[in-house]
């Protein structure tokens, strides 16, 4: 099917096949077709909306174009969001990451500049004294150096390149928003994604598990945060060995957590976001800070499968952060970030 019959189908809301959506994208990824195409390609499917099976193939196509990254995946984890909350958190899944790391579970994390919010991954990382975009071959040798990394998307997927002018000028969400986490470079199978809507976290899932997945839990905060959140409960779907379960309502003070008041997980730019986070692994974080983020650490320590169940995870994520090990963590990672960067 060329790329007119594609336009054509969608515009009378016909769903693609999972084939049919992985050799439009393709097409687009070459850069043969003009910006006003890819624009009415993107508009169209977001009019129809966009089945499993499309979004299936537009992983798999994106997945295959992609600059991967060869390294021991094995209880490796990555935690990452879909953004476009609005809630003006501070970079919670970041925070975790080096809780998570501490805690002696790989971390393979994946993400960007910010977009629609005062601080991404890769912004608050440069504030906290690290070099987040690091080339390919380096970002491996960080991995390999330290058990975490950072891998940069537009370092790792160049193809995007071509669809950068139509998403702007169309301005608003497209089925890119859904597939940015899903397509970590170094294959990942163990993920905690948090998700701007409650059904973007169950097709996640079921996305996913189309795609050999080994365990991932997807979340949807009701407070409207793409993490597991300590406001109110989380609608959480879990994906285990391909099969994804119905949605499950987790409230936090199952873990023995206090609510919390949105206002305090509140943050600023990525300066103000940074020091929260010295902050927290530092031991001096407000107690809503800290909840939060270990909260997070536990779910992805428990995807990682190095612990035996939630309890046991939390349990993990707290020491991490008492003993001073994410601290160091971090400070690891910052110096070898910079170590690296030199020595190209």
């Keep these: 099917m060329n790329f007119t019959k594609v336009l054509e189908k969608i515009s009378l809301r016909q769903d693609l096949t999972r084939q049919e959506a992985s050799s439009a994208l393709t097409e687009v990824l070459t850069g043969n077709i003009p910006d006003s195409r890819i624009a009415a390609f993107l508009f169209g499917m977001r009019s129809k909306g966009e089945t499993i099976d499309e979004l299936t193939g537009f992983v798999e196509t994106m997945r295959r174009v992609c600059v991967p990254m060869n390294v021991d995946i094995t209880s490796a984890v990555d935690l990452c969001g879909t953004g476009g909350d609005h809630s003006g958190t501070f970079n919670i899944s970041t925070a975790a990451m080096f809780v998570v790391a501490g805690a002696g579970v790989p971390v393979l994390k994946h993400g960007h500049r910010s977009i629609s919010s005062k601080s991404g991954s890769f912004d608050v990382l440069e504030q906290l004294g690290a070099v ?15 058990g975490m990394t950072f891998m940069f998307a537009p370092l790792f997927h160049p193809a995007m390149k071509h669809v950068m002018t139509a998403r702007r000028e169309l301005g608003m969400r497209t089925f890119f928003n859904i597939l940015g986490p899903l397509l970590n470079p170094a294959g990942v199978k163990r993920q905690i994604i948090g998700a701007y809507s409650r059904d973007v976290a169950q097709n996640m899932a079921r996305i996913l598990g189309n795609l050999n997945s080994d365990y991932v839990i ?6 409207g945060l793409d993490e597991v959140t300590t406001t109110t409960l989380s609608d959480t779907f879990e994906l285990k060995h391909s099969v994804s379960s119905d949605g499950i309502r987790f409230d936090p003070m199952d873990l023995g957590y206090e609510y919390s008041n949105s206002s305090a997980l509140v943050g600023g730019d990525a300066s103000e976001n940074a020091q929260i986070i010295r902050n927290i692994l530092s031991g001096k974080g407000t107690r809503e800070q800290v909840d939060i983020v270990e909260l997070n650490a536990a779910f992805a320590i428990h995807v990682s499968g190095k612990a035996s169940g939630l309890e046991e995870a939390q349990s993990m994520a707290r020491e ?9 963590a971090l400070r690891m990672f910052a110096t070898a970030t910079t170590d690296l960067s030199k020595s190209i």
Excluded: I
Aim: overall charge negative; glycine content about 4%; charged content about 15%.
């Design 132 to 146: 987040p975009a690091l080339q390919p071959d380096l970002a491996a040798s960080c991995f390999e150096q330290t």
């Design 218 to 223: 997807t979340v949807h905060a009701h407070d």
């Design 320 to 328: 991490s952060l008492k003993s001073g090990n994410a601290l160091n």
